[in-house]
């Protein structure tokens, strides 16, 4: 736990917290700022009811350098592999390997929320659980950010989005290999690659291959309830089930959208 406390070198640590409530690898807050967490071991195992389990968390910190490291968090529910919130800006999250792993709901990869210009580049990312798997999580003016190179897999029962934003704008989603699926072809629904919602505007997303499959609703590209003036464009996009209704793109009360040379 680190607290207003800058330019420190977290590295080459093994963590392991186990127990019934919330855990945390590592944790910064109130502007624990500049600090390098890399090459580290973190597993975070919380499989009581309350049991949410954090890799890494920023609250209120800037100008961090996240990168290296190796994070699994598994429990019930809430399992957070890395989570940036509240002006938590101009963080670097680069080249991490993330398994987040719940047995009921809610895994999320990278998560940021009230935070901008950070530059997420270069990492694998695995959600894992029965519904409300999410590989990059942007909420809430998390604006401006860099969501680059990625190799994104959300996969569960149903509920799976590789990019998911809502209230998010003005970030840039480039190159990223995006696979959002259901466990079987035929036994899952509700697949989502790239998922833009609720006044999300002015987004960049582009030459991303981003693959959709399950047993229903499978879409590569949705821009949902006011997200206006969002690009797409170069990226390939495939979408297939088992079952019914699956789209390469959607665009829903939301206006002036570019998609092209798809």
Known sequence: YVVTADSNNITDNRINTDGIQRQWGIYLATNADSNRIINNNITTNGPGTGGTNYGIELVTCASNVIANNTIVTSGTTGNYGIYLATTSDNNAI???????????????????????????????????????????????????????????????????????????????????????SGITKTGATNNRGVYVVTNSITNDIANNSIWTHGGATNIGLYFLTDSNGNNATGNNITTNGGSTTNYGALVSASTSNLINFN
Do not use: C
């Open 94 to 180: 680069l080249n991490n390997t993330i398994f987040t792993n719940g047995t009921t709901t809610n895994n999320w990869g990278v998560y940021i929320t009230q935070s901008s210009t950070n530059n997420v580049t270069d990492n694998v990312i695995v959600t894992n659980g029965t519904t409300g798997n999410y590989g990059i999580y942007l909420l809430t003016s998390a604006n401006g950010n860099l969501i680059q190179s990625n190799n994104i897999t959300a996969s569960g029962t149903t509920t799976n989005y590789g990019v998911f934003l809502s209230t998010a704008s003005s970030n840039k989603i480039y190159a990223n290999n995006i696979t959002a």
